[in-house]
T-cell receptor
Framework: ETGVTQTPRHLVMGMTNKKSLKCEQH?????MYWYKQSAKKPLELMFV???????ENNSVPSRFSPECPNSSHLFLHLHTLQPEDSALYLC????????????FGSGTRLTVV | DAKTTQPPSMDCAEGRAANLPCNHS???????VYWYRQIHSQGPQYIIH???NNETNEMASLIITEDRKSSTLILPHATLRDTAVYYC?????????????FGTGTRLQVTL
């Protein structure tokens, strides 16, 4: 366990479904991130939250909607996804000025059918 | 943040030292070198970081050249569990939330 917990670990959803991914950390971190990793591709940064405020959105389609209700929780709401959205979705957290970098969760493996 | 260049793959025999190189010729004075690794289908794991001095921890050693344009991650006694993709990343500490940009990394295969 890294201290960053992601649920569910695996998710299969239809293109018309609505689902949410959850990320939770109790490391005292104040920034949280969503990354997407498609097969055989580098990790792509999707969203950055700093002190619960979204500070970066890397041209992510609106069918992905993040939510950060507090510094310990981060959600990624999914609706009307496409099969090409199937990927490993990783959550990470960090603390300002802490040079140890990010702590990642184990990810949610999403399959869109 | 400066860009990094790594070989796509390397092999290492178990028990031997694995030396993973990284070029970061455009690194600037306030940028740190970070190393992460990702074991299959898991989240990346922090290994080590440094600014200009060589660093060592329980996992690895980091050797940074004097001009800081390249570095080498050393796993002193590689085991099968060290088989993973290793990422070299350069970034500055902005004091706020800042992004880590991952490249394609080096796929290290440790063999018997």
């Amino acid at each position: 366990e890294t201290g960053v917990t992601q649920t569910p670990r695996h998710l299969v959803m239809g293109m018309t479904n609505k689902k949410s991914l959850k990320c939770e950390q109790h490391l005292g971190h104040n920034a949280m991130y969503w990354y997407k990793q498609s097969a055989k591709k580098p990790l792509e940064l999707m969203f950055v939250y700093s002190l619960e405020e979204r500070v970066e959105n890397n041209s992510v389609p609106s069918r992905f909607s993040p939510e950060c209700p507090n510094s310990s929780h981060l959600f990624l709401h999914l609706h009307t996804l496409q099969p090409e959205d199937s990927a490993l979705y990783l959550c990470a957290s960090s603390r300002f000025g802490q040079l140890y970098g990010y702590t990642f969760g184990s990810g949610t493996r999403l399959t869109v059918v | 943040d400066a860009k990094t260049t790594q070989p796509p793959s390397m092999d290492c025999a178990e028990g031997r030292a694995a030396n993973l190189p990284c070029n970061h010729s455009t690194i600037s004075g306030n940028e740190y070198v970070y190393w992460y690794r990702q074991i299959h289908s898991q989240g990346p794991q922090y290994i080590i970081h440094g600014l200009k001095n060589n660093e060592t921890n329980e996992m690895a050693s980091l050797i940074i050249t004097e001009d800081r344009k390249s570095s080498t991650l050393i796993l002193p006694h590689a085991t099968l569990r060290d088989t993973a993709v290793y990422y070299c990343i350069v970034r500055s500490d902005t004091g706020t939330a800042s992004k880590l940009t991952f490249g394609t990394g080096t796929r290290l295969q440790v063999t018997l």
